[in-house]
């Protein structure tokens, strides 16, 4: 068994962790960095056991005792975190975004910040990068297992070692093999939750008890130790958001870990002398501090810069953490643990409650009034909304097959034929009340089938969601079939499965079967034969197609623009300019011109969506035409696209009715010459 003391090595691999977390969410290389977190997993349950064994032996062990130390270690530093990003919130952010993180607080302060992250951070509920409190998460997962895990130790005290290590090696490969399900079938549940992550914790319990290293010789612990050291740092540099994780995935910064910590266990090797030195001590001793208080500072500033936010600004902002986190060690986290002002634990375990007791208030009190909207002046208050996409127009393959597709306009005849459908990504959603309006307009009936992120495209896949979104599209078709719907309206975020993200990610890239690998160009490709094959599946199945370009991509958000411009007293401010638009569109606009097809009618929406500077029109006195930077509000949906599309739902309407006539005739012609 590993002898248990101070030891400065893993402060120095505290450091090593945490900086690779803070530069992988500054985006400064490390693509993989957030392998940091599996690093303290790792630690985390290396040295939790090895405290518990420690009171064990001496007799001192008890679960008050224990669950105070964690108090101290935990509590007081994220108590304060809470609640400054609150009272910052409260002064940044518009009220539906203040309303979301107090919801965030209540979670962190229930140890539920991981089920929260899992349930609210989506696709509809805004950047990940923009939730103050988003990597509290990983602090929930610790603080579950710690509730469970001395309790294990008791219930199984008088096991022998043998038997009791055995245990814990099951439960990991248990838990080890869930994560490794789970991050096929449940990719997000097996990210955040206890279940998939307990086997990283109980790498580190199970290392305690591995023999002391005194056979190996000094080269031989020298290169156990770079070589878990070489894994972990491997896995920051060549995973990234597209590495199905953590599943098996996380073995390597996992096994890299314990090895790094093995090979110190009997004397410093070169990467233990390396990981001791005075500068990864100093930063693995305010790793706690410095992975809280950095996330908040990044978010508050990617809020109102953008995803463009410039590196020196970005390093700017990871210094400012470090100053901050130095000061929450020193003054928060230093005298809770060690202090004599801070000797009782029921002092502690009290003011804790007490302080999780005010922040749950305040969190409520924000809810309540959905985000404080009295702070806001009056003409800046048009702007407060918090538009989001309509959900209830999303479906899936199964409502698909069974002919269940989400209804527009005249709901109630469900005998009447559908007239039109809407079928596309989240931006079909963003139009989807127009398209609603229109149907009730003209007195048809339409349906939408819409799933966010999906291309409407037959024979297309994202790598990162799998080949199952071709089930969907093959579905829609089969149900454009089926009904004899006559006008299919495809509309998408075309240029994001070209290019990728505005950030740069390019996870949004598609591929077919003749893609040869993922890339720019072999997306390119992809998109053009999708869109072909779906223009003839279409035409075989009697529709036109009518297929609208993208609206303008922002720099910023919109919402969030007309805000600050309203409260500083500013005109209304404009977005981008049509040169950058038609320049981030060039390469979609040439694939979709490029098409040829008798029964396809393209849509631009580019001329409605531009002043006459040639600056995007993003708002005006009443609200803003945007939710976010490229999905349109109902209301910009209304003011911007209505002169593009109400010309094709009046001829859509036109060749509805004209065809009821006809049917209408053939069944008076029918039926007369039955009675003759």
């Known amino acids: 068994m590993l002898e248990f003391k101070y030891r400065p090595d893993i402060d120095g691999l505290r450091a090593v962790a945490v900086l690779l977390v803070l530069l992988f969410h500054a985006d400064l290389g490390f693509p993989g960095g957030y392998v940091g977190v599996d690093v303290f997993f790792v630690i985390s349950g290396f040295l939790i056991t090895g405290l518990i064994l420690k009171g064990q032996r001496a007799g001192t062990f008890s679960l008050a005792g224990f669950w105070e130390r964690r108090i101290r270690r935990i509590v007081p530093a994220a108590t304060c975190l809470v609640a400054a990003t609150l009272i910052a919130g409260s002064l940044l952010l518009l009220p539906h975004d203040l309303e979301e993180l107090a919801e965030s607080a209540v979670a962190q302060q229930l140890m539920l910040a991981n089920v929260y992250s899992l349930n609210n951070t989506g696709y509809f509920n805004g950047p990940a990068e923009l939730k103050p409190l988003l990597h509290t998460w990983s602090l929930a997962v610790e603080e579950q297992f710690y509730l469970g895990f001395p309790l294990l130790f008791l219930v199984c005290r008088r096991l022998r070692k043998g038997a009791f290590v055995s245990l814990l090696c099951a439960l990991g490969l248990v838990s080890f093999a869930l994560s490794v399900w789970g991050s096929y079938h449940h990719p997000s549940a097996a990210f955040f939750l206890l279940p998939t992550r307990a086997w990283e914790l109980l790498a580190g319990a199970i290392l305690v008890f591995c023999p002391i290293p005194s056979r190996f010789k000094p080269w031989q612990l020298d290169l156990l130790g770079l070589v878990g050291l070489g894994g972990i740092l491997f896995a920051s540099v060549s995973y990234d958001y597209l590495t199905r994780f953590p599943g098996a995935a996380a073995l390597l910064p996992c096994l890299g870990t314990a090895l790094v910590i093995y090979s110190n266990s009997f004397g410093r090797s070169m990467t233990g002398r390396l990981l001791s030195t005075k500068v990864f001590v100093a930063l693995g001793?305010?790793?706690?501090?410095?992975?809280?208080?950095?996330?908040?500072?990044?978010?508050?500033?990617?809020?109102?810069?953008?995803?463009?936010?410039?590196?020196?600004?970005?390093?700017?902002?990871?210094?400012?953490?470090?100053?901050?986190?130095?000061?929450?060690?020193?003054?928060?986290?230093?005298?809770?643990?060690?202090?004599?002002?801070?000797?009782?634990?029921?002092?502690?375990?009290?003011?804790?409650?007490?302080?999780?007791?005010?922040?749950?208030?305040?969190?409520?009190?924000?809810?309540?009034?959905?985000?404080?909207?009295?702070?806001?002046?009056?003409?800046?208050?048009?702007?407060?909304?918090?538009?989001?996409?309509?959900?209830?127009?999303?479906?899936?393959?199964?409502?698909?097959?069974?002919?269940?597709?989400?209804?527009?306009?005249?709901?109630?005849?469900?005998e009447q034929s559908i007239a039109f459908l809407v079928w596309g990504d989240?931006?079909?959603?963003?139009?989807?009340?127009?398209?609603?309006?229109?149907?009730?307009?003209?007195?048809?009936?339409?349906?939408?089938?819409?799933?966010?992120?999906?291309?409407?495209?037959?024979?297309?896949?994202?790598?990162?969601?799998?080949?199952?979104?071709?089930?969907?599209?093959?579905?829609?078709?089969?149900?454009?079939?089926?009904?004899?719907?006559?006008?299919?309206?495809?509309?998408?975020?075309?240029?994001?499965?070209?290019?990728?993200?505005?950030?740069?990610?390019?996870?949004?890239?598609?591929?077919?079967?003749?893609?040869?690998?993922?890339?720019?160009?072999?997306?390119?490709?992809?998109?053009?034969?999708?869109?072909?094959?779906?223009?003839?599946?279409?035409?075989?199945?009697?529709?036109?197609?009518?297929?609208?370009?993208?609206?303008?991509?922002?720099?910023?958000?919109?919402?969030?623009?007309?805000?600050?411009?309203?409260?500083?007293?500013?005109?209304?401010?404009?977005?981008?300019?049509?040169?950058?638009?038609?320049?981030?569109?060039?390469?979609?606009?040439?694939?979709?011109?490029?098409?040829?097809?008798?029964?396809?009618?393209?849509?631009?929406?580019?001329?409605?969506?531009?002043?006459?500077?040639?600056?995007?029109?993003?708002?005006?006195?009443?609200?803003?035409?945007?939710?976010?930077?490229?999905?349109?509000?109902?209301?910009?949906?209304?003011?911007?696209?209505?002169?593009?599309?109400?010309?094709?739902?009046?001829?859509?309407?036109?060749?509805?009715?004209?065809?009821?006539?006809?049917?209408?005739?053939?069944?008076?012609?029918?039926?007369?010459?039955?009675?003759?």
């Not at 790793?287 to 953008?306: C, E, K, M, N, V």
Request: charged letters at 20%.
């Open 426 to 676: 989240s931006h079909a959603m963003a139009v989807s009340e127009l398209f609603n309006t229109f149907a009730k307009e003209h007195g048809i009936r339409g349906a939408i089938a819409a799933r966010s992120g999906i291309p409407p495209l037959v024979g297309i896949w994202r790598p990162d969601k799998g080949r199952d979104v071709m089930q969907w599209n093959q579905a829609v078709i089969e149900f454009v079939k089926s009904r004899r719907i006559a006008n299919v309206i495809l509309v998408a975020k075309w240029a994001v499965y070209v290019h990728g993200r505005a950030n740069g990610k390019t996870d949004t890239l598609v591929v077919d079967e003749y893609s040869t690998g993922i890339g720019l160009g072999q997306s390119r490709d992809a998109l053009k034969r999708g869109l072909e094959r779906t223009i003839a599946a279409l035409e075989m199945a009697g529709a036109n197609a009518w297929l609208v370009k993208q609206v303008p991509l922002q720099a910023t958000h919109p919402a969030r623009s007309l805000f600050l411009a309203a409260c500083l007293g500013r005109g209304l401010p404009r977005g981008v300019t049509v040169e950058s638009h038609r320049t981030q569109q060039f390469e979609v606009d040439q694939i979709i011109d490029s098409l040829r097809s008798p029964n396809l009618r393209v849509l631009d929406p580019t001329c409605y969506c531009f002043d006459s500077s040639g600056r995007s029109k993003i708002g005006d006195a009443e609200g803003s035409f945007y939710v976010d930077e490229d999905h349109l509000s109902d209301r910009g949906a209304e003011s911007l696209l209505r002169p593009m599309l109400s010309p094709a739902c009046e001829r859509i309407a036109v060749q509805m009715n004209e065809a009821q006539m006809r049917m209408a005739s053939r069944n008076r012609d029918t039926f007369d010459g039955r009675i003759r």
């Open 285 to 414: 001793l305010i790793s706690y501090s410095l992975y809280l208080w950095h996330w908040p500072i990044l978010a508050y500033t990617r809020y109102w810069l953008g995803d463009s936010v410039p590196v020196f600004t970005r390093i700017t902002a990871l210094s400012a953490s470090v100053v901050v986190a130095h000061l929450s060690w020193k003054y928060i986290e230093s005298p809770f643990r060690h202090g004599a002002s801070f000797k009782s634990g029921k002092r502690v375990v009290a003011l804790a409650f007490a302080c999780s007791a005010c922040l749950l208030a305040a969190s409520f009190s924000i809810e309540d009034t959905q985000g404080l909207p009295g702070r806001i002046p009056e003409r800046a208050r048009p702007y407060t909304a918090g538009g989001s996409l309509p959900r209830q127009y999303e479906a899936n393959t199964v409502a698909a097959r069974q002919g269940n597709l989400p209804q527009l306009g005249s709901r109630q005849d469900r």
